[in-house]
């Protein structure tokens, strides 16, 4: 330790620490440039033992060392000026984390300044002093004054206080002060109701994980607070030595509560963690727990990670931590789980002359106990393997939680999870069933990944385990998404989205196999842990999977689709047009049949519902639904549904003239049908195309009209601009929205043969909802109508709103910008897909690069996860023409990048 080096310089001169006759405020001043000069230098060296590759325990006892010194020569210092027997009774004690040695580079420094009832006077002044120079250090410290009276009361009042004084350590002071302590406080709070205490801890570490969330697989975990971090291991070590009236760790052990091999985990788990948090805090130029994006980077360079066939280097650090966290989370939850159901036992009366009664058998095998399964023999999966599968079966049919000791035994047979194991027909019969019925499917899976039981079971589903996608957009890790995924799947089956989505339901309520969907669920990410093109990698390894589930031809095929196409509702929906027939029409082709696509319809709203809280939408639902609608009507009437084509238009057409001719007249509404095209009366119902018409021919001679319908149901308003078509018509369009905050989800663009234009846009606010501002649309309105008329310039509209609030900055991955050309997909519009982060006024900036190159936009798609974004427009050249030839394309590409740049 550093304060002990005999190397290092002094500091702290006698003439400091042995006052004579010279007053503490003549000495202070010294004191304090002493006191520095010693933190200079002891924290540098701390440090450099971190970078020299120290343990995560050496630098955390380094820095708690330095601490200690500082704070026992600060405190001898300052009440040195009092003769022996002046003295205040005051003893210097630490606390909570300083107070159990744990201080890292940036930690609070908790101190408590104890002292008699009589001597508070001297203790406030004692503690005056020490504070003022510890601020001047700018530390950053937390304290109190108080007597023997004060601690009880406030033990009693508050858990926190309760808490801190269990990590209470003398540092400097009164010894006998300090053992008067011990008696008077430490033994209360030990002995005071030890199962509130024990169960309002629980309850604490609850409410702490549904704050911080209750996953280890966060996106960007806090290291101290979230799941598998450090806190978990303190409560559940304040809860065993209130509960076993212990010291310490060691206590524990030689209590019989924890065994040898759990200490060492215990210690390995805190020396872990603390490597990470030293680097984070050396990182950090304040306090921070939390491993944000550009800090997982760094921590992992720092530990050595490269990258790899196996992924960045960061999704390496971040697995390894994923899996550490979990190990974390297993072994306090298992302490915490003994003590609790030791403290339910102990609080029954008679438990074991009723216990008996409360016994229920299940099979020969299994009984079950207070709610929990339970193994007659210990010897059970040793002699009969298959019986760790009935265990999930009964716990799940029965409704009741696995017991801590079945957990146990699991883990500890799963080597027995051979070939032939998972090649049982009885086996997988059993694992079947157990997806085929909703109700506790994805409790049952999130048992069998938390044991690892589904690793061994399904050897393919390790390659994603605790697997990071180093993103913003996804939450969660590769394996946790999955088992969110099912629950998502599970929810529509017992009907929680009833309401709000009754399409899904209904779907959900025709799938004819659910195991086989819940089983595509499951492995529709599998390959990621593979590399590249994840679809393809995981459709490739279903059919060894599906052979030793023992599925039948059919249903391994069917499977192997699914989880080859999972990807191409959401893209299809989010990024292509859907008024596009053929488009329609090859999607069905490539469906087949009705349960291919209730199957995949349903998987895809699984999978954007488990990514996160945030990233689905109900625009992105109406989308997919629609897309699934129109699928299903062509799969359904195979090619009596072209036949309506004709029919449809020439009833359309009727419909509009009959509501229309009356008020504008006869001619003017046919008029404006012929120059509407029939592409624009296909995709629209005819009482849309009257509300669109409605619009235009009251326009008259003015230069824009504009009618908002609001869905708040589903977050977004439908905005119908009528103008005349102008060059870059959208780009202006997309800048006056920008400028006036108000975001495009998609946008139809319709040019009549007349010269008008009428363009179609779905928006919303940038927190997700309706503009609830009248007065926001009439000035886009005008604003519009302004630079359409040249009296305004977009760009000057555009460059205000950057000014006045940019969009919320974070630290994220930085991806390179895209630019993809899809040829193929429509006959007449060439297709440019666009990534980039998002900003503001990113879509004015693309529409006008796009109109300086001539191109004008029929059909934009616009998505954004996170801060990312995939906008897809279609577009035509100046005369109207696709545009395939490579050296255009590539000169878009180029433009577009080089813009994207600015």
């Not at 310490?248 to 040898?260: C, M, P, T, Y």
């Not at 390894?541 to 023992?550: E, G, K, V, W």
């Not at 509501?659 to 095209?677: C, I, K, W, Y």
């Not at 004008?856 to 995939?870: E, F, G, L, M």
């Amino acid at each position: 330790m550093p304060v002990h080096d005999p190397a290092a310089p002094t500091f702290f001169e006698p003439e400091l620490m042995i006052a004579g006759d010279v007053p503490y405020e003549q000495r202070r001043d010294s004191l304090l440039a002493a006191a520095r000069a010693f933190l200079d230098y002891h924290r540098e060296v701390c440090q450099a033992q971190h970078r020299a590759g120290a343990s995560g325990t050496q630098v955390v006892n380094c820095v708690t060392a330095m601490t200690d010194t500082l704070m026992r020569n600060l405190f001898r210092c300052i009440t040195a000026d009092w003769a022996i027997e002046q003295r205040p009774g005051t003893v210097l004690i630490a606390m909570g984390g300083y107070g159990r040695r744990e201080l890292n580079p940036r930690s609070d420094i908790d101190l408590m300044f104890f002292c008699g009832e009589r001597n508070r006077d001297h203790a406030d002044m004692v503690a005056q002093r020490m504070l003022y120079l510890l601020w001047d250090l700018n530390l950053d410290v937390g304290y109190s004054v108080r007597t023997a009276k004060d601690c009880v009361n406030l033990a009693g009042q508050d858990i926190t206080i309760r808490t801190a004084l269990l990590d209470a350590r003398f540092l400097s002071g009164d010894e006998d002060l300090f053992r008067e302590f011990q008696q008077q406080v430490i033994h209360t709070v030990l002995s005071r109701n030890t199962q509130a205490f024990v169960q309002a801890k629980y309850d604490e570490h609850k409410n702490r994980l549904a704050k911080y969330g209750s996953s280890v697989y966060l996106l960007e975990p806090n290291i101290k607070e979230s799941e598998g971090g450090l806190r978990d291991l303190h409560t559940a070590i304040w809860m065993a030595r209130v509960k076993y009236k212990a010291a310490s760790l060691r206590d524990l052990v030689q209590k019989s509560v924890i065994s040898e091999e759990e200490l060492t985990a215990f210690h390995s788990a805190y020396d872990y963690l603390w490597r990470i948090r030293n680097e984070l805090h050396y990182l950090s130029t304040r306090k921070n727990e939390q491993l944000h994006f550009d800090k997982q980077e760094a921590i992992a360079r720092f530990l050595g990670y490269r990258d790899s066939r196996k992924g960045q280097a960061v999704e390496q650090f971040m697995q390894d931590y994923y899996a550490h966290a979990t190990q974390v989370e297993h072994l306090s939850a298992s302490l915490i789980s003994r003590i609790m159901r030791q403290s339910e036992l102990s609080a029954k009366v008679s438990a074991k002359v009723f216990g008996a009664f409360r016994r229920r058998m299940v099979g020969k095998d299994f009984f079950v106990y207070d709610n929990e399964l339970k193994v007659v023999s210990k010897r059970l999966f040793a002699e009969r393997p298959a019986a760790m599968m009935e265990a999930f079966a009964h716990a799940k049919r029965l409704d009741v939680n696995l017991g801590i000791d079945l957990k146990r035994m699991i883990r500890q047979n799963l080597p027995l999870i051979n070939d032939r194991f998972r090649r049982s027909r009885e086996i997988s019969e059993i694992f079947l069933e157990i997806l085929r019925t909703p109700g506790g499917i994805t409790r049952t899976l999130r048992d069998m990944h938390h044991l690892t039981f589904l690793n061994h079971y399904i050897p393919e589903f390790e390659r994603i385990y605790c697997k990071v996608q180093h993103d913003a957009y996804h939450i969660y890790t590769v394996d946790t998404h999955t088992l969110f995924c099912v629950e998502e799947l599970e929810k529509l089956w017992l009907g929680e989205y009833r309401e709000r989505k009754p399409v899904y339901t209904q779907v959900a309520s025709e799938v004819e196999k659910r195991e086989l969907l819940v089983l595509a669920v499951l492995f529709h990410d599998i390959g990621k842990g593979e590399g590249k093109d994840h679809s393809n990698r995981g459709a490739d390894m279903i059919p060894t999977i599906a052979r030793r589930l023992n599925l039948n031809r059919e249903d391994s095929q069917r499977l192997e689709f699914l989880v080859r196409r999972h990807l191409d509702m959401a893209h299809i929906s989010q990024r292509r047009d859907l008024h596009d027939d053929r488009l329609i029409h090859d999607f069905a082709q490539t469906m087949g049949m009705s349960e291919n696509l209730r199957m995949l319809f349903l998987l895809t709203f699984a999978d954007i519902k488990g990514v996160g809280p945030d990233v689905w939408t109900e625009w992105k639902g109406l989308l997919l639904q629609e897309l699934y609608e129109k699928t299903y009507d062509v799969l359904e009437r195979g090619d009596f549904y072209k036949d309506l084509r004709s029919e449809r238009v020439r009833n359309r057409r009727r419909k509009v003239s009959e509501a229309l001719a009356e008020e504008f007249g006869e001619r003017p509404v046919r008029e404006l049908l012929q120059a509407a095209g029939t592409r624009y009366i296909l995709s629209h119902h005819s009482s849309e195309i009257i509300s669109h018409m409605r619009l235009e021919l009251r326009r008259g001679d003015e230069t824009v009209a504009i009618d908002v319908s609001d869905d708040h149901d589903r977050g977004f308003s439908q905005l119908v601009i009528s103008t005349f078509d102008v060059p870059g018509l959208f780009s202006m369009i997309a800048g006056a929205l920008a400028a006036n905050g108000i975001n495009i989800l998609g946008a139809q663009i319709y040019t009549r043969s007349n010269g008008a234009a009428l363009d179609i846009l779905h928006v919303n606010n940038p927190q997700g909802g309706v503009i609830e501002n009248p007065a926001k649309w009439t000035r886009f309105r005008d604003e519009l109508q302004g630079v359409i008329e040249g009296r305004l310039k977009v760009k000057q509209l555009v460059a205000r709103r950057k000014e006045s609030g940019l969009l919320p900055q974070r630290s994220t991955p930085r991806y390179p910008d895209r630019v993809e050309f899809d040829t193929d997909v429509s006959r007449e519009y060439s297709v440019i897909d666009i990534f980039t982060r998002d900003r503001v006024g990113l879509l004015y900036l693309i529409t006008r690069t796009l109109a300086d190159l001539g191109l004008y936009i029929y059909v934009a798609k616009i998505s954004t996860k996170v801060d990312q974004v995939a906008d897809t427009f279609y577009v035509k050249d100046i005369f109207g023409q696709k545009i395939s030839a490579p050296e255009k394309l590539e000169e878009i590409r180029r433009q577009l990048l080089a813009g994207l740049a600015e």
